[in-house]
């Protein structure tokens, strides 16, 4: 197949200069950690204006080499006309199931729901409505019943069933909840006259934010009944009600803004909790700024109780479940912000760092996350690291987060790093991988039927829920809540964790090994 030795396009190093040999997983693909990676495929229908290729055939599917950071092209599907412009996949926690959803800003977006196999092939289980336009983001809820989905250019939130068993859909919409309540849209389309969502001038931004833009739904972690939204629109974090029994989002309980109220726009795009730490990070993409919120648990208990109780939710209008505590930027302070918009955010599965993306900048932005004392949960700068390629929308780990892969939008390339566990850099691996306009990198952990790890009981959750540690916002978590984020699959193939531990601790090995030569090394 000549897009397996086409599609790699560079030889295979440790990062140091040394040639490293791949060891391939099994051939019968029987178990493994996949990458399904997306690309846009009409230009015309987007918001913002990529610059490479427009693709044929929108979704690749990669094996990962958890030994050397290599991946072998497995599959490529989904005709560009029909599954157009897929942005944003969601793999689900339990299931061998990802939902990937389509952006396009004149017509309702698309959510497909796609069985994996771990030889690559993705058998369509069914095709939902988003009931909205440009649809951006898709989470679970904890009962596993119900997909939330965003929809980016009017600002929509849809509520979709689905199966806990199968993960395909039950039905169509469920429960819909639209911001503007109702209200036309204010801006225009690119081809009609509008502005093109990319550039972050002062005339582009008037027009970016003459509407609310919702960019993202992100349950509570602890019992799942607040949803915090994103609105790029409006620089506010919008703290809605989601009413569990129901599955429905019922009231818009507070508005917050979302960075420090300096008179320029912030545009938040994506929220994410910590999972120790009652701490949210939230990236601003127009401002190019981390905000850093502590959480305040005891309300988000004393909610989900009245919620239990069927008590009105009137009285939680205007009270807040977070607290802005640091503010700070994921570009050099020289660099022009004018230049630059922030992609993806997410905190490393070891809870001690913070990783942006700049679009502009082409880098990515490493925060250490500080542990003691009453700053525990807030960020210091590690550095920029280039991502061998230009507009760095998004970028995804490896199941043992060692490894980092990332989609360089306008080009049209993915690449891979290591990821240091100590020191929180980053370093090219030399594998690297041609992708038409690359948008989104999925993590898949494929599981076998037998290998399925027990989700914990609905009422373990709640109990523990029931008893936070509240320390000043910032106490920790409990370790195995069931946090919704990007990063939310786990290893749950029992042969490609322990594959993964072992490569870990192969590079461990050696990087002591290195340490203690240099030790040993005589002074000059």
């Known amino acids: 197949n000549q897009f397996l030795f086409e599609s790699r396009i560079s030889s295979i190093t440790d990062g140091g200069g040394s040639t490293v040999t791949s060891t391939a997983p099994d051939e019968d693909g029987s178990s493994g950690t996949l990458f399904f990676v997306t690309s846009y495929s009409n230009f015309e229908k987007l918001a913002h204006g990529p ?13 990962f080499n958890p030994q050397d950071g290599s991946m072998c092209l497995l599959n490529i599907l989904g005709d560009g006309n029909q599954v157009l412009n897929p942005a944003f996949s969601r793999f689900h926690p339990d299931l061998n199931v990802i939902y990937t959803c389509t952006e396009d800003i004149e017509n309702n977006g698309q959510i497909f729901a796609y069985k994996l196999n771990a030889n690559g092939e993705a058998t369509q289980l069914s095709q939902v409505d988003a009931g909205g336009t440009s649809t951006c983001y898709l989470t679970i809820d904890k009962a596993r019943t119900h997909l939330l989905a965003v929809n980016y250019w009017d600002s929509t939130l849809a509520v979709i069933p689905i199966s806990p068993s199968t993960g395909e859909f039950t ?26 969502h990319s550039c972050n001038d002062d005339s582009t931004i008037k027009m970016r934010q003459a509407d609310p833009h919702s960019h993202a739904l992100v349950l509570d972690p602890y019992v799942g009944t607040i949803a915090y939204v994103p609105d790029l629109g409006k620089d506010l974090i919008r703290e809605f009600f989601y009413d569990r029994e129901s599955a429905s989002i019922e009231m818009e ?26 701490i949210a990070y939230v990236v601003n993409e127009l401002s190019s700024t981390v905000a850093v919120f502590s959480v305040d648990r005891a309300l988000i208990n004393e909610i989900a109780i009245a ?11 205007g009270r807040s479940t977070l607290k802005l ?20 955010l997410t905190v490393h599965q070891s809870g001690r760092f913070v990783v942006v993306s700049n679009r502009g900048h082409q880098s990515i932005a490493i925060f250490r996350i500080m542990s003691k004392g009453v700053r525990a949960g807030e960020l210091k700068s590690v550095g920029y690291f280039h991502t061998r390629g230009e507009t760095p929308r998004h970028f995804q780990f490896d199941s043992s987060g060692q490894y980092l892969i ?20 980053i370093q090219y691996t030399g594998n690297e991988y041609r992708v038409p306009s690359p948008n989104f990198v999925c993590c898949c952990p494929i599981q076998d039927d037998d290998d399925a790890l027990p989700v914990a009981p609905t009422e373990a959750v709640e109990e523990m829920f029931q008893n936070p540690c509240i320390n000043g916002g910032r106490s920790p978590s409990p370790p195995d809540s069931d946090l919704e984020s990007e990063d939310s699959t786990v290893p749950t193939s029992k042969d490609a964790y322990l594959s993964e531990q072992l490569a870990k601790a192969h590079r461990e090995i050696e990087e002591l090994r290195r340490q203690l030569a240099i030790m040993q090394r005589p002074e000059e």
């Open 51 to 63: 610059r490479g290729t427009q693709a044929k055939l929108s979704i690749h599917i990669y094996r």
């Open 253 to 278: 309980l507070n508005i917050l803004p979302s960075g420090l109220c300096t008179g320029k726009p912030d545009g938040p795009r994506y929220f994410e909790f910590h999972p120790l730490y009652n």
């Open 406 to 425: 990332v989609a360089n939008q306008d080009s049209d390339s993915i690449a891979v790093f290591n990821f240091n566990l100590c020191s929180g850099e």
């Open 171 to 196: 039905g169509n919409i469920h429960s819909m909840y639209d911001p503007k309540g109702g209200k036309g849209m204010v801006a225009a389309a690119k081809k009609d006259g509008g502005v093109n």
């Open 325 to 344: 505590i640091q503010s700070i930027s994921t570009i050099p302070c020289a660099f022009p912000h004018s230049m630059n918009t922030c992609g993806r």
């Open 307 to 317: 919620a239990a109780n069927r008590e009105p939710m009137e009285r939680f209008k």
